[in-house]
């Protein structure tokens, strides 16, 4: 072990949703603060908690978890993997594997993040059906209904909810959030953010026609207004497919 | 598809089955074409996928024309389809609306964990140990309340019945007639004979002893016997349970409060 790594353990955070919602960027901001390490391998998502819809978790999985995670004196560590909120069994395996760990939440407006997603799953599913594809994206904008499975099982006091548009139209005070509810010197500048704002794809976005949107909306809009409840953190008026929803 | 004597128009179907997968829909579309006054598109495509496709491209008038081509229209007849997919994808919705908005529709749904276990059971039986696939489909593909909740926004929830496919197996007869009733077919007395449940018995047996897998032998048991055969679910460990509960406890409650018929007594998972 390098000098000043003296520790492996539970990951201090882990950062739970949402795919295509800018948590690589903002992980990678996290990461350029002197006191914030990722885990081992390098990789921002570990996807450690996916083999468990099929197996039990055991305590020498556990340990094994607890070993990507390095960290020396004053520092604390964590990883981002988006789909952790998505499958419904992860939220109490992270309580057990990480009991002290704080979650982070990065969400987007559900019909942008479905634009964005499904190009995204298409190029890498093992499922190349389109409809698998976007049944899949579909689902994962129930954010409300995540937030929910994860409420039930973690403290609320312990969950950071960030909101992907705030955080690129205000990066510093976003940041300064995100490192103050980590513990960490919430001073520390990030020099990235005049110029790095996540990657949105614009241009390969999923092309939406009226009887999409009126699919997605039917879908979407009860959950954005129990999300506005649950998170009255979040400001809905960012997501203008959302105009109209009710918070409530 | 070529028109028989008495039929030369197409239009909309007066029914689709829209869910939910894996819930015996397949077996009750099976049981109402049967009946003389019931009719399908296709003997062998009772199930059309129609929708699937349009989430990737916009659905033209010539799509609405190409849907409406699977229904010939007999006087005296209702005709249509049963998908059970078209329920959980977000874009069918408004698609069924503009296809048939004044279609009747049909649910079938069942006890969510079973299905859930028996799919899982099927899953592990496809795939080696070491693999990894995920089961965060199928328990989304169970949230009925939310799904019920999409479809009313499109249709009136006096054009939907729910049926309860543990109901529809102990009762098949009762539940049977009131699908007929809903569906406005003349005679609802008439029931086809293999409508009433019935052991697997010898053949399940034979196709045990033979070694054949369990999901082909349940396919040709139903084929053979044209009812659902009793599936042979997977134990979950209480970790996994706990975590289904928590995803689907809650929409179950709302679906009873949607269905009053609904008998949660039939679902022990969720008495």
Known sequence: ?248 | MSAEPGESETGPPDFIGVGAVAAGGGWWLRMLLAHPEVRGPDARRRGLEFFSSFCAREMTDADVAAYHAHFPRRPGTVTGEWTGRYMCDAWTPPLLRRVAPDARLLVMVADPIERYRAIYADRVATHSEDEIFFMTDVADRRRHAAQLDRLHRFFDPAQILVLQYERCRADPVAEYRRTLAFLGVRDTAFHPRRLKPAAEGRKSAVLRRLGVPERLRRKALERMTARPADTQAAALWPELEAALHTALDDDVRRLAGMVPELDLERWPNFA
């Open chain 1, 1 to 248: 072990m390098p000098p000043g790594e003296t520790t492996t353990g539970p990951p201090d955070f882990v950062g739970v949703g949402t795919q295509r919602s800018g948590t690589t960027w903002w992980f990678e901001t996290l990461l350029d603060h002197p006191q914030i390490r990722g885990p081992r391998t390098g990789r921002k998502e570990q996807h450690f908690f996916d083999q468990f819809a099929t197996r039990e978790l055991t305590d020498p999985r556990i340990a094994r978890y607890h070993k990507q995670f390095p960290r020396g004196p004053g520092q604390i560590a964590g990883e981002w993997t988006p789909r952790y909120m998505h499958d419904f069994w992860v939220p109490p395996l992270i309580r057990r594997a990480a009991p002290d760990a704080k979650l982070l939440i990065m969400f987007r407006d559900p019909i942008e993040r479905y634009r964005s997603g499904v190009p995204h799953r298409a190029s890498r599913s093992a499922d190349p059906r389109m409809e698998a594809v976007c049944a899949d994206a579909a689902e994962r904008g129930r954010y409300a209904t995540q937030l929910k499975r994860v409420l039930a099982v973690h403290d609320r006091e312990r969950i950071l909810i960030l909101q992907y548009e705030r955080c690129v139209a205000e990066p510093a005070t976003e940041y300064r959030r995100t490192l103050a509810f980590l513990g960490v010197d919430p001073d520390h500048r990030n020099e990235t953010f005049d110029t790095a704002r996540g990657t949105t794809q614009a241009a390969s976005k999923h092309e939406l026609w009226p009887d999409l949107i009126d699919g997605l909306r039917a879908t979407l809009e009860p959950e954005v207004a129990e999300l506005g409840t649950l998170a009255p953190e979040l400001d809905i008026s960012l997501w203008p497919n959302f105009g109209g929803v009710r918070v409530g």
